[in-house]
C-alpha cells in the first residue's frame, strides 16, 4: 500500500477521570494528586451560594486546603473576568485552581491557571496554528474540573472559550496543559440543574458528537466516541429532563458531555461558527443557541453528510434515514421549548452581515463538511432567522 494512502495526523485523549456518584468526596484527594495545597476555586455568581458549592468549599477547609472562592464569572466570559480573576489568585498565593460549574467557569478556571504567569496578553495564544508554543509552560498552574452540567466537556478539553469584550468575538485559547490534570464527574451536582439548562447543555452535547461525526476529517476513534454520544444523549436527555433526579440518565448525560468533547478533536463545523458570534454578540446561551441552528446547518450540510447520516440513524434505531433524523432532531427542540429561529433569540436581521463576518473568522468553520463562503454562510443565516 502506498504510504500516500495513510494519513498522518495527532491524537490525543483526556486525562484521568474519577466519574460515579458522591466522588466530589475526592476533591481534597484530588489536589494531593496535583500537587495543591492552596486551591482557588473557581465557579460562577449562580453557584457561590449553592449547597454544591459550599459543600465542597467545606470539603477542602476540613483538610486545610482553605476555602478561597472566585465568582465573578458571567455567562459568556470575557478577559476582564479573567483578569479579576488572576489578582485574586495571585493575590492569595495559590498553587492551583479547582473550576468548578459548567462551561463559563470551567473555561474561566483553565484560563485564570494559564495565565496567572503569562507576560503576553491572552489574544496571543489563539488557537490558530502553533500559537501555543508562545506560552511559558513552567508557569501553568494545575487544575482540577469539577463540571456541574451536562454538556461543554470543557473538563477533559485543552482549551477555553473567551469572550473578546472589545471585539465582540469569542475565541478559543489553546494549550494542551490547559488539560485538567484530575477531573471529577459526579453526576450527584447536575441533579440540581433547571430544566432549561438541562436542555441546552444537553443539546450542546448532542451538537458537539454530531459535528464530530460529521466532520470531513480522518479520526475513526473520535467518530465512534462520537456516534455512541449521540447515543447516549437521545436515550437520555429526555429523561433527565422530565425527572430530574434520575441519577442514571444524569450519569449517561455527563458521559455524553466529555464524549463529544473528546470527539470534537475530529472538527467543528457551522453550528459553532454561527453559534459563537450570536453568544458573543448578544450573550445567548451557547447549547440553547447550537440547538435553534442545527436543523438549518443539517440541511446546509445535507449534500456532504447524508449518506453518514444514514448509517447515524441505523445505529440509532431511527427509521427514514436522513429526513428520520432531521425530524428527530425538530421532535427534540421542541420537547424541550427550544426557540425555533434566532429572531426568537433576539437575532436582528440588520447584523447578519456582521455576524456572516464573524462566523467565517470562527475556527470551527475550518471543519464544516460543506465549505462556507461568504454568500452562503449568509443564506445559511437567513435560514436560520
Not at 465582540?168 to 440540581?192: A, Q, R, S, Y
Amino acid at each position: 500500500m502506498s504510504n500516500t494512502l495513510v494519513p498522518h495526523v495527532n491524537w490525543s485523549y483526556p486525562t484521568a477521570i474519577r466519574f460515579g456518584a458522591g466522588r466530589v468526596a475526592e476533591l481534597p484527594d484530588a489536589c494531593k494528586v496535583a500537587g495543591i495545597s492552596r486551591p482557588l476555586l473557581v465557579t460562577d455568581k449562580a453557584l457561590a451560594t449553592l449547597p454544591i458549592t459550599q459543600g465542597a468549599l467545606d470539603m477542602l477547609d476540613a483538610d486545610g486546603l482553605g476555602r478561597a472562592v472566585f465568582s465573578e464569572v458571567d455567562p459568556n466570559p470575557n478577559e476582564m473576568n479573567m483578569a479579576a480573576g488572576i489578582k485574586v489568585y495571585q493575590t492569595g498565593g495559590h498553587d492551583g485552581v479547582i473550576a468548578f460549574g459548567g462551561g463559563s467557569a470551567l473555561d474561566m478556571g483553565k484560563l485564570i491557571a494559564f495565565m496567572s504567569g503569562q507576560t503576553r496578553p491572552v489574544w496571543d495564544f489563539e488557537d490558530v496554528g502553533d500559537w501555543w508554543t508562545r506560552a511559558n509552560a513552567d508557569t501553568i498552574a494545575p487544575i482540577i474540573a469539577v463540571p456541574t452540567t451536562a454538556g461543554t466537556g470543557s473538563e477533559v478539553g485543552r482549551a477555553g472559550v473567551l469572550t473578546n469584550s472589545a471585539a465582540h468575538m469569542k475565541k478559543i485559547i489553546f494549550h494542551p496543559k490547559l488539560l485538567p490534570t484530575v477531573t471529577i464527574c459526579d453526576p450527584e451536582l447536575t441533579v440540581g440543574m433547571p430544566k432549561f439548562i438541562t436542555a441546552g447543555t444537553g443539546m450542546d452535547a448532542f451538537a458537539h458528537c454530531l459535528e464530530a461525526y460529521s466532520s470531513p476529517f480522518y479520526h475513526p476513534m473520535s467518530q465512534g466516541i462520537a456516534l455512541e454520544g449521540m447515543r447516549l444523549v437521545l436515550e437520555n436527555l429526555p429523561r433527565a429532563y422530565s425527572d430530574g433526579s434520575d441519577l442514571e440518565a444524569r450519569a449517561n448525560m455527563m458521559s455524553a458531555a466529555a464524549m463529544g468533547a473528546v470527539a470534537f478533536q475530529k472538527g467543528l463545523g457551522a453550528i459553532h461558527s454561527l453559534s459563537h458570534p450570536i453568544g458573543a454578540v448578544y450573550g445567548t446561551h451557547h447549547g440553547t443557541t447550537n440547538a435553534v441552528v442545527m436543523p438549518p446547518v443539517l440541511t446546509f450540510n445535507r449534500s456532504a453528510i447524508e449518506r453518514r447520516i444514514e448509517k447515524a440513524a441505523a445505529y440509532l434505531g431511527i427509521s427514514g434515514g436522513f429526513d428520520g433524523f432531521f425530524a428527530k432532531v425538530l421532535n427534540l427542540r421542541e420537547a424541550f421549548a427550544i426557540p425555533k429561529n434566532l429572531t426568537d433569540l433576539g437575532v436582528e436581521v440588520a447584523r447578519l452581515d456582521e455576524l456572516t463576518d464573524m462566523a467565517l473568522q470562527d475556527p470551527s468553520c475550518g471543519g464544516n463538511p460543506v465549505e462556507m463562503t461568504r454568500e452562503n454562510t449568509r443564506a445559511l443565516f437567513d435560514a436560520c432567522m
